[in-house]
């Protein structure tokens, strides 16, 4: 639906805008949309840290969903809507598209004459709540891990990004890394795949705006800009390089040595992604093989634990709790059973039973399957420290004793 109005200013005469609200999204009719989202005074309004935008970025609440709604001229509101869709899709880490606000009687190179609104993920947060003294501190590998698997992950897709940077992403805590998901779609350009070039435009953008990001941070913290952590970007490139040639070299195997095709696709299930075709060309008259994998997300990890278990996770968190449905399996004494029937034994005795006493101690609030992969951060390290299995229980009272010092370092 559309409407129009007279302005002056920002004053408005009430207008209709359009929407496009994707199912399983509230309809949004309830927000003042006939005035521009800086003036909004409303109850659903939420304040959360956001990181440096050049468009308006406000967020709202609708039960325990937070969305962020994002004003931005029209063309590339609209360009951004269908490139997180399609990037969607394709199963790329983006957050989820909600919907598209679109004032046809606003001018639209305006500003305000377009929005974008997307559903904000579940215990992220900015990179502001990283900073550590005048950078990341003890964060810091695990966020160029984070950000070399995001990129490499976008160009699989035949995604140039165009605008990488530290504001531009969310962060939640994985386990003992970081996972890292894009949130700005506004310069994308999809292809069936990136060339070397394509690629590599993408992270020069990349260290230029990570570097701008960390001389902001020195400049609020009234640090010294010679001090800045303007390596970040570059061992970024570094890291992202050894990932996307592991992802995509091609291996010559020899007529006895069919044995490394299973080795190399469990070497890239161990790193998270997941594997689709496999491709064996003969080379040299036929004396050896070439071995080429297509490969997906990584997703890996987290589709297991699901199709076991019917938990849901992120990546890091699943390979964590796999790690102890396998420990709790080979403790149990009785014959072995079918793989199915185990997991849900596991689920039933072990993780839900533990997750409600976590949630006794801790409170509710929170990432609970976050809580649980701390706990057992903490149990292997006693069970190390000690060189013998340490039981959930006395785990969980040394830990509660402890003040939770098991925690991944925040």
């Known amino acids: 639906m559309a409407g129009h109005c007279l302005l002056s200013g920002h004053n408005t005469v009430m ?3 359009h929407l496009t609200i994707l199912p399983g ?79 046809d009687w606003v001018d639209p190179s305006k500003e305000w004459s377009g929005a974008v609104i997307t559903r904000y993920l579940d215990f992220a947060f900015s990179y502001r709540e990283l ?20 990129l490499v992950e976008l160009h699989l897709r035949g995604c140039f990004w165009g605008d990488c940077s530290l504001s531009n992403v969310l962060y939640r805590y994985d386990a003992a890394a970081l996972d890292i998901t894009m949130v700005d779609g506004e310069t994308v350009e999809l292809h069936e795949q990136l060339s070397a070039g394509q690629r590599r435009s993408d992270l020069e953008i990349m260290v230029i705006n990570v570097a701008g990001g960390m001389a902001d941070i020195a400049a ?32 010559l195997i020899g007529p006895e040595e069919r044995y490394r095709i299973t080795e190399r696709i469990a070497r890239l299930n161990e790193l998270g992604f997941q594997v689709g075709e496999v491709a064996l060309d003969p080379v040299e008259d036929g004396r050896l093989l070439r071995l080429r994998v297509e490969v997906g997300g990584r997703t890996y990890h987290r589709h297991r634990l699901s199709h076991l278990t019917r938990i849901e996770a992120t990546e890091n968190q699943a390979r964590q709790i796999l790690a102890d449905l396998h420990y709790h399996e080979a ?47 903490h149990r292997y390290s006693m069970s190390s420290d000690q060189e013998r299995d340490v039981s959930n229980d006395e785990a969980l009272d040394d830990w509660v004793a402890s003040c939770m010092p098991g925690q991944f370092p925040r």
């Open 15 to 17: 207008a209709t805008p």
């Open 25 to 103: 999204n509230p309809d949004f009719l309830d927000l003042p949309w006939n005035e521009p989202l800086e003036t909004w005074d409303i109850p659903r309004i939420v304040e959360l840290p956001t990181g440096v935008h050049r468009h308006v970025v406000r967020f709202v609440a609708y039960g325990d969903k937070v969305y962020a709604i994002k004003e931005l001229p029209l063309r590339y509101a609209r360009h951004e809507f269908a490139s997180l869709r399609e990037l969607e899709n394709r199963a790329a880490p983006v957050v989820e598209v909600a919907g598209l606000i679109e004032r």
């Open 131 to 150: 900073i550590s003294g005048g950078g990341f501190g003890h964060r810091r590998s695990q966020l160029l891990d984070g950000f070399a698997g995001l």
């Open 220 to 251: 609020e913290q009234g640090g010294d800009l010679d001090d800045a952590d303007f390596t970040l970007g570059e061992e970024v490139v570094q890291r992202y390089e050894g990932l996307w040639s592991e992802l995509n070299g091609d291996w």
């Open 331 to 377: 403790k149990a004494v009785e014959s072995p059973v079918n793989k199915a029937v185990s997991a849900i034994r596991w689920r039933v005795g072990v993780f839900e039973p533990m997750l409600k006493q976590i949630d006794d101690i801790l409170g509710g609030d929170g990432d609970a399957v976050q809580k649980y992969c701390d706990f057992l951060h």
